[in-house]
């Protein structure tokens, strides 16, 4: 920072968007900004978050935070994918797994390879050559950097948590590094006569809290971004049309399966989120075509335990803001849009706007320029994940409820029928910069939902049958014996990082 910088920030709304942002940008800036966080105890959070993608140990380097300490702290397990059931057809099932798939072979992607022998006759599904896939589905893990000695990258993965826990670590966290917290519920929000920023905030028991730059991370209502700046919101529901969802905690059960699994339903879908101390469900649906008891029925039908709790619904709107930066105030989480958690973006979205926030950080004059350049960037994440989750809707064979012909019926935005309609010709695929889900992931889902190209690449030609055959068994050999030597994911969460076994933060 120079001398002319901004000295003050304060972050709206504590929670997993608020802490996080705390965290990061304490990390970042260092004493020369004071970071302020405002939140009330009597406010609830939606606390949806509990699935992630490797993305986020990223995060966790940056923070320097021991993955062991993180992992006992949350009630935390490990994630190596995310299992579809009945999404392409009733009784079908996929993985979305992290990392590669395959070993690339000359100038084509693996997968091209796949589909020459699969177009030539050969029954073998694609995630057998998937690493995270079968240490998934065998339940078993650790941390292998490599395989076969190096030839093949070894297992990715992510998390499961608690979000309570997850915010109340990054709490204690941040105000390690100086971050300061004020409790009280916010009643008013003053702006500058002139220039519409946003000045400072007033507080239930008359108190003022100030700041230069504000976070919200207030949520749906999005205090600052929407009540008090009217921003502006795009709705998504014509191509992602759940509005509602019932969560409810159950009581663990075995094995502890190292992977998020999502189960469609009549008019939506259901998630299960093993932790350590219980699982985490939830109903995600439309309420065009079930109600919300009827969702509510469908969901504690079918938990894996006794529930925990009482369930609770959630409503939202599928969409992004307008402008996510607007004059002074930077929305963050649920308050700069919602995209339902059927590939865990919840809390990457925060990570990367963090990220680009940083990049972009202001040195006190709000420039136009800085803050185009972060709406554009976000806007393009916001849009290509957009995507990705159409995908699943829409390319789909059911057609048994008139929830799912709806879906497979909809128009889709034209670039994701670009997308589409390149990989059903040839099963090439291109991914932007801004592109969270890249080659692997577009690769497992639409294979997965049903979407096999007509054709494969014609560098696959460069290598006889024999040689391919060769090539294709020695990965699969590596990949089991790699598979072979790992123990239980349950051995490893209790050798390793189990609740309680490490001393509290």
Sequence with gaps: MTDGGLKSLTIVGGGTAGWMSAAMLSRALGPTVAITVVESDEIGTVGVG??????????????????????????????????????????????????????????????????????????????????????????????????????LEGLVHAYHFDAALYAQYLRRYSEAQGVRR????????????????????????GRTVGGEFFIDCSGFRGLLIEETLHTGYDDWRGWLPMDSAIAVPCASATPLTPFTRSTARDAGWQWRIPLQHRTGNGHVFCSDYISAAEATEVLMRNLDGAPLAEPRQLKFTTGKRKRFWNKNVVAMGLASGFMEPLESTSIHLVQSALGRLIALFPNGDFNAVEIDEYNRQTALEYEYIRDFLILHYKATSREDTPFWRACKAMDIPDTLKARMALFAQSGRLFSQDEDLFKEASWIQVLIGQGVVPAATHPLTRVVTDAQLDEYMANIRQIMSRAIEGLPSHADFIARHCATGSRPAA
């Excluded at 702290?73 to 797994?97: C, M, P, R």
């Excluded at 009280?184 to 400072?200: A, E, K, L, S, Y």
Aim: charged share 20%; proline share 3%.
């Design 50 to 151: 509990e699935a992630t993608i490797p993305a986020i140990k990223l995060l966790n380097s940056f923070l320097g935070l021991d993955e062991n300490d993180f992992l006992a702290a949350t009630n935390g397990t490990i994630k190596l994918g995310i299992e579809f059931v009945d999404w392409h057809t009733v009784g079908q099932s996929y993985l979305h797994a992290f990392g590669p798939v395959g070993r690339p072979l000359g100038m084509a992607s693996f997968h091209h390879y796949w589909m020459r022998r699969r177009l030539a006759g050969r029954d073998e599904s694609l995630w057998d050559y998937s690493l995270n896939a079968l240490a998934a589905r065998a339940g078993k893990f650790d941390r292998l950097q490599t395989a076969g000695g190096g030839y």
């Design 182 to 205: 004020v409790e009280g519920r916010i009643v008013g929000v003053d702006q500058h006569p002139q220039t519409g920023f946003v000045t400072g905030l007033t507080l239930q028991d």
